[in-house]
C-alpha cells in the first residue's frame, strides 16, 4: 500500500481546509485508516480513524465536533474535512493505513497545515 496527502495549506484561524489521502496498491488489505498530526516540538498525534469496512470512526477530543475524517472506497481515498481551525492546529498531517495481519503500517509523505491567528 502506498499513501499520497494533498490539500494542506495557509489558512486563517476559523477557516477549512479538507486533506485527501489517496492510497493505490493492496488496498483492499487496509483495516483501519487513520490521520496524524505533528506539530513542531511535539509528539506525533493520532486525531481521527476510521475502519474501511464499515466506516466506523473515532476521534481525539482535541480535534471532535471540527474535523471530520471519510473515505470513499470507490476513489481508494480518505478525507479530513477540517472547521473552525485554531493556530493550534498547525503541524504537518500524516495519513496512515493499517492492514490486516503482521504487516507494518504505511504512512504517507505528510501535508503542512498552517492556521494563522
Known amino acids: 500500500v502506498q499513501l499520497v496527502e494533498s490539500g494542506g495549506g495557509l489558512v486563517q484561524a476559523g477557516g477549512s481546509l479538507t486533506l485527501s489521502c489517496a492510497a493505490s496498491?493492496?488496498?483492499?488489505?487496509?483495516?483501519?485508516l487513520g490521520w496524524y498530526r505533528q506539530a513542531p516540538g511535539k509528539r506525533r498525534e493520532l486525531i481521527a480513524t476510521i475502519t474501511s469496512s464499515n466506516g466506523n470512526t473515532n476521534y481525539a477530543d482535541s480535534v471532535k465536533g471540527r474535523f471530520t475524517i471519510s473515505r470513499d472506497n470507490a476513489k481508494n481515498t480518505m478525507y479530513l474535512q477540517m472547521n473552525s481551525l485554531e493556530p493550534e492546529d498547525t503541524a504537518v498531517y500524516y495519513c496512515n493505513a493499517a492492514s490486516y495481519g503482521p504487516t507494518p503500517p504505511v504512512w504517507g509523505q505528510g501535508t503542512q497545515v498552517t492556521v494563522s491567528s
Open positions: 496498491g493492496s488496498t483492499l488489505s487496509i483495516n483501519v
